[in-house]
Each structure stands twice: as structure tokens, then as C-alpha cells.
């Protein structure tokens, strides 16, 4: 059963990495640091541009967030892996958020561009999430969806045929 909330704010971020908001073996959002975002501000199981669900967050950028001492030294930059990630993230959060059973992994991604970076003065990024097609069958639990970060309000990542499964095992 589709949950009717629409937003969840960062406590809600960390019930679901402690497998309370979906129960127990569902999906799950990892804990900080690898958790890419601080709230979700939109989700559904039908809008968006192809009618088939969509998910919006957003994450505060901090000068002192763990990646920036490491990737690089002298040149602080968010690694694009991270916000993949947080898109990955926000596909599978958005199949538990329907009620599909099973435990999230990432299956693959058709395409990635990366047109900027992510640098310590940044304030914020917004993830876009746009299901092309959400799969629920008796052997396969699965959604496809195009996303997109944007740092600040431009767009500096976009990816094609992003994949998420759920799965029993």
C-alpha cells in the first residue's frame, strides 16, 4: 500500500535507514555520511513528465562535509559517485514508499553526464527523480527512471535509465 504522506524530513530520512519506516527487510536509506540528502520535499507514485511517479530532495551543502578533506586535497570536490548515489537512493526509497516489498540495490544506469562540480560554496542540491516505467510482478520488483542534481539551480548532473530492484534475498 502507497503511503499518502508526500514529504519526510530528515528524522524520517533516519528511521528509514534503521529499516523503521518501511519494516524490517524492506527498502532502507543508508546512514550518514553515504546518506545524500537531508529531506524530501515531493514524491508520488504517478506524476511526473511520464505519468509513472517522481521523487524531489534536497541536500545542504556544508564546507565541512567528510568528502570535501579527501576528493581532493587542495581541491575540494564532491565526488559525481555521490550523487548518483542519492539518486539511486531516492529511486528505491520511492518503490518502498509504495509498498513494495523487498530490500533495494542499484541494477545499473544507461547514461551519465556530469556538467559541473560540487564545491565546498555550494548551498544546495536538488535531486530529480522521473520514473519512466515502475514494474511490480510475482518475480520482479523494479523501477526505471531518468533523474537529474541540480547545485544552487543548475543543472550539473544528469543520468538516463537509472535502475533499482527489489529484492526478498
Known amino acids: 500500500m502507497t503511503m499518502t504522506r508526500t514529504s519526510f524530513d530528515k528524522e524520517d530520512l533516519l528511521a528509514c535507514a534503521r529499516g523503521e519506516l518501511f519494516g524490517p527487510g524492506n527498502a532502507q536509506l543508508p546512514e550518514p555520511p553515504m546518506l545524500m540528502m537531508d529531506r524530501i520535499t515531493e514524491i508520488s507514485a504517478d506524476a511526473g513528465p511520464h505519468g509513472k511517479g517522481h521523487v524531489v530532495a534536497e541536500?545542504?551543502?556544508?564546507?565541512?562535509?567528510?568528502?570535501f578533506s579527501c576528493h581532493f586535497p587542495g581541491n575540494p570536490i564532491m565526488p559525481g559517485c555521490l550523487g548518483l548515489d542519492g539518486l539511486w537512493q531516492l529511486t528505491g526509497f520511492n518503490l518502498g514508499w509504495r509498498g513494495w516489498q523487498g530490500r533495494g540495490y542499484a541494477l545499473g544506469v544507461g547514461e551519465v553526464k556530469l556538467?559541473?562540480?560540487?564545491?565546498?560554496d555550494r548551498r544546495m542540491l536538488r535531486y530529480f527523480v522521473d520514473f519512466t516505467k515502475a514494474i511490480q510482478t510475482r518475480?520482479?520488483?523494479?523501477?526505471?527512471?531518468?533523474g537529474r542534481v541540480e547545485?544552487?539551480?543548475?543543472?550539473?548532473?544528469?543520468?538516463?535509465?537509472?535502475?533499482?530492484?527489489?529484492?526478498?534475498?
Open 139 to 146: 518475480r520482479l520488483t523494479m523501477g526505471v527512471a531518468d
Open 59 to 67: 541536500f545542504d551543502i556544508h564546507p565541512d562535509l567528510w568528502f
Open 115 to 120: 556538467t559541473g562540480m560540487v564545491r565546498p
Open 151 to 169: 547545485a544552487d539551480g543548475e543543472t550539473i548532473y544528469e543520468v538516463k535509465d537509472m535502475k533499482v530492484a527489489l529484492s526478498a534475498a
